[in-house]
């Protein structure tokens, strides 16, 4: 059966060579990567790729961290377009492999990303893009973020949402660091969850009804917290006395949680299958996308967690690869 690993990540070296070379805010994160053999070294991707079984195919995207992170707007800029002219590389030279790419872009400079999205689009093949849940620690639902939601429902593509944390934001006032990668274990829902939340309460979902929103790790907190996001949130502003929240639910179009249901989730769970029943639930059959997010997390574990849904075969045919055809448009 067909299957489009819809969340993985590749490093071209090109991109690799010219961020080391940029950034000394990479830190050791640069070693680390470079020890992820699958993320550079195409012959043991190509290898880890083979186990998973005939038909499968992967769309890439640039790892952590965000440019946004790491660089000034200029040198951001600057290494979005080199890493979106190798992914690009890469699919025109293995696409039976890499059937299609999610463009990076750098947040610092909305015209430079604007620019980007449509280069990337238009010349290079791209077929969405990917954000993170912040930009250097402020919110996607800035008035001065708008455009790029703006200029992806224009292009009927999708958005691609990766989790941004790390130790520096700590887990107690009283800690320096979050400890024991709790950062990124727990911190990173919290953030999908977060950035859906305020994406929806900001009304971008009434002023772009079309756009389509891959949210990693299925969709966060927010399928196992349906009851505190929906009936819990019914009477928000009840629990604040220093802000006004008395207009935002009567501002949506809709009730809130139905926006919430527009979000895909991705099945990249690392093997797990509890949390991928109640994304199932959640989501719905038609907003789950396969992903695995290979090289970091395993492939074969994931296809094991989907057997484990008890999935019918329309389900599992557009949760493996009908899904990402439409969304993509491949």
């Given at each position: 059966?067909?299957?489009?690993?819809?969340?993985?990540?590749?490093?071209?070296?090109?991109?690799?060579?010219?961020l080391?070379?940029?950034?000394?805010?990479?830190?050791?994160?640069g070693?680390r990567?470079?020890?992820?053999?699958?993320?550079?070294?195409?012959?043991?991707?190509?290898?880890?790729?083979?186990?998973?079984?005939?038909g499968?195919?992967?769309?890439?995207?640039?790892?952590?961290?965000?440019?946004e992170?790491?660089?000034?707007a200029?040198d951001?800029?600057?290494?979005?377009?080199?890493?979106?002219?190798?992914?690009?590389?890469?699919?025109?030279?293995?696409?039976?492999r890499?059937?299609a790419?999610?463009?990076?872009?750098?947040m610092l400079?909305?015209d430079?990303?604007?620019?980007?999205?449509?280069?990337?689009?238009?010349?290079?093949?791209?077929?969405?893009?990917?954000?993170f849940?912040?930009?250097?620690?402020?919110?996607?639902?800035?008035p001065e973020?708008?455009?790029i939601?703006a200029?992806?429902?224009?292009h009927?593509?999708?958005?691609?949402?990766?989790?941004?944390?790390?130790?520096?934001?700590?887990?107690?006032?009283?800690?320096?660091?979050?400890?024991?990668e709790?950062?990124?274990c727990?911190?990173?829902?919290?953030?999908?969850s977060?950035?859906?939340?305020?994406?929806?309460?900001?009304g971008?979902?009434?002023?772009?009804?079309?756009?389509?929103?891959?949210?990693?790790?299925?969709?966060?907190?927010v399928?196992?917290?349906?009851?505190?996001?929906g009936?819990?949130?019914?009477?928000?502003?009840s629990?604040?006395?220093?802000?006004?929240?008395?207009?935002v639910?009567?501002g949506l179009?809709?009730p809130?949680?139905?926006?919430?249901h527009?979000?895909?989730?991705d099945?990249?769970?690392?093997?797990a299958?509890t949390?991928?029943?109640?994304?199932?639930?959640?989501?719905?059959?038609?907003?789950?996308?396969f992903s695995?997010?290979?090289?970091?997390?395993?492939?074969?574990?994931?296809?094991?967690?989907?057997?484990?849904?008890?999935?019918?075969?329309?389900?599992?045919?557009?949760?493996?690869?009908?899904?990402?055809r439409?969304l993509?448009k491949?």
């Amino acid at each position: 059966m067909s299957m489009i690993d819809i969340y993985t990540h590749i490093m071209p070296e090109r991109f690799f060579t010219e961020l080391t070379n940029t950034s000394a805010k990479l830190g050791n994160i640069g070693g680390r990567m470079r020890n992820v053999k699958p993320l550079h070294d195409l012959d043991v991707r190509f290898r880890l790729m083979d186990g998973a079984g005939a038909g499968y195919q992967q769309v890439i995207s640039l790892p952590n961290p965000p440019l946004e992170d790491v660089c000034g707007a200029a040198d951001a800029r600057r290494l979005a377009a080199i890493g979106n002219d190798g992914m690009a590389e890469l699919c025109a030279k293995h696409p039976d492999r890499f059937p299609a790419f999610a463009a990076t872009i750098s947040m610092l400079d909305i015209d430079g990303a604007l620019a980007e999205i449509d280069r990337a689009v238009t010349q290079l093949g791209a077929r969405g893009i990917q954000i993170f849940t912040n930009v250097a620690g402020r919110p996607l639902d800035l008035p001065e973020y708008e455009p790029i939601f703006a200029a992806m429902a224009r292009h009927d593509l999708p958005i691609w949402m990766h989790p941004a944390r790390t130790a520096d934001m700590t887990d107690y006032e009283s800690e320096a660091k979050s400890r024991y990668e709790m950062w990124w274990c727990f911190g990173w829902p919290y953030e999908t969850s977060v950035a859906m939340t305020r994406i929806v309460f900001s009304g971008l979902l009434d002023r772009y009804p079309a756009l389509n929103i891959i949210t990693h790790h299925c969709g966060g907190m927010v399928p196992y917290f349906d009851g505190r996001v929906g009936p819990g949130l019914d009477v928000l502003g009840s629990r604040t006395l220093d802000e006004d929240y008395s207009g935002v639910l009567k501002g949506l179009k809709r009730p809130h949680m139905e926006y919430f249901h527009r979000f895909y989730g991705d099945t990249a769970m690392f093997g797990a299958s509890t949390g991928l029943h109640s994304g199932l639930k959640f989501f719905g059959a038609d907003h789950v996308v396969f992903s695995t997010d290979s090289p970091f997390a395993p492939i074969k574990e994931t296809i094991a967690a989907l057997d484990d849904l008890d999935l019918n075969a329309e389900q599992r045919a557009k949760i493996l690869s009908g899904n990402a055809r439409r969304l993509l448009k491949i």
